[in-house]
């Protein structure tokens, strides 16, 4: 695949900011709990099933000191619906007792200090600082795994390689804003499946037009 020139580079990222820039994570939180919470959940599962499910666990178990008493079979029993629940269920009342013990009480805000937890790897961290922070950081899911490899961005195998391509042509203050752009197109316009070529900011831009059957 024929890799983004510097000129294509520059189209997506005017276009990007000109459309996102005030993009935001479509889950649904109140604060730094939830959120961490939230993106934990959303790990192979979509943003629309995480915030039916939260709901009810953030009622019953609403900051980090119920949760880390919480009965883990309890929590299977409202994260059932999700993706690797009994994982994430170990998973978040683990994080909630490291946060007790380590950090007072207090999600830390801290990239490195967040790997710390469980259930917490660098895409997770660097969602909840993104959000939380506006930090400028770039977070590789599965959407922006396929539109950076789509529109040339990058052609690594890993997420790890891609972050590293990512960051690196679209350098700058504004990788927050390509993060969140990129996760919302991938998940309403250039789609795994069916992609909504007609719709695309990128028709001159795109890699793989060619490759896509008609839907």
Same mark, same amino acid.
């Given at each position: 695949?024929?890799?983004?020139?510097?000129?294509?580079?520059?189209?997506?990222?005017?276009?990007? @900011?000109?459309?996102? $820039?005030? /993009?935001?994570?479509? #889950?649904?939180?109140?604060?730094?709990?939830?959120? +961490?919470?939230?993106?934990?959940?959303? /790990?192979?599962?979509?943003?629309?099933?995480?915030?039916?499910?939260?709901? /009810?666990? *953030?009622?019953?178990?609403?900051?980090?000191?119920?949760?880390?008493?919480? $009965? +883990?079979?309890?929590?299977?029993? !409202?994260?059932?619906? &999700?993706?690797?629940?009994?994982?994430?269920?170990?998973?978040?009342?683990?994080? /909630?007792?490291?946060?007790?013990?380590?950090?007072?009480?207090?999600?830390?805000?801290?990239?490195?200090? #967040? %790997?710390? +937890?469980?259930?917490?790897?660098?895409?997770?961290?660097?969602?909840? %600082?993104?959000? *939380?922070?506006?930090?400028? !950081?770039?977070?590789?899911?599965?959407?922006? =795994?396929?539109?950076?490899?789509? !529109?040339?961005?990058?052609?690594?195998?890993? @997420?790890?390689?891609?972050?590293?391509? #990512?960051?690196?042509? #679209?350098?700058?203050?504004?990788?927050?804003?390509?993060?969140?752009?990129?996760? +919302? *197109?991938?998940?309403?316009?250039?789609?795994?499946?069916?992609?909504?070529?007609?719709? &695309? %900011?990128?028709?001159?831009?795109?890699?793989?037009?060619?490759? =896509?059957?008609?839907?």
């Amino acid at each position: 695949m024929k890799k983004a020139t510097k000129k294509e580079i520059e189209i997506i990222k005017e276009a990007f @900011v000109e459309k996102y $820039s005030d /993009a935001v994570t479509e #889950l649904d939180y109140k604060n730094d709990y939830e959120l +961490l919470i939230a993106i934990i959940l959303s /790990a192979q599962c979509t943003d629309k099933r995480v915030n039916i499910i939260t709901p /009810a666990l *953030f009622e019953k178990y609403p900051s980090v000191y119920e949760l880390a008493d919480a $009965s +883990l079979d309890d929590v299977k029993e !409202l994260l059932k619906s &999700c993706s690797f629940f009994n994982n994430k269920a170990k998973n978040i009342i683990k994080m /909630a007792q490291s946060v007790i013990s380590d950090y007072e009480g207090n999600i830390p805000h801290i990239q490195k200090e #967040l %790997m710390k +937890l469980a259930g917490v790897g660098n895409k997770t961290a660097n969602v909840f %600082m993104i959000e *939380f922070e506006g930090a400028n !950081l770039m977070a590789v899911d599965t959407h922006v =795994f396929r539109v950076s490899h789509r !529109l040339g961005l990058s052609d690594g195998k890993t @997420v790890e390689i891609t972050e590293a391509d #990512l960051v690196k042509k #679209l350098k700058g203050h504004d990788l927050h804003i390509f993060h969140q752009a990129m996760v +919302l *197109f991938g998940r309403y316009i250039c789609k795994a499946v069916k992609p909504d070529c007609d719709n &695309c %900011m990128f028709p001159q831009v795109c890699k793989t037009t060619k490759s =896509f059957k008609p839907a």
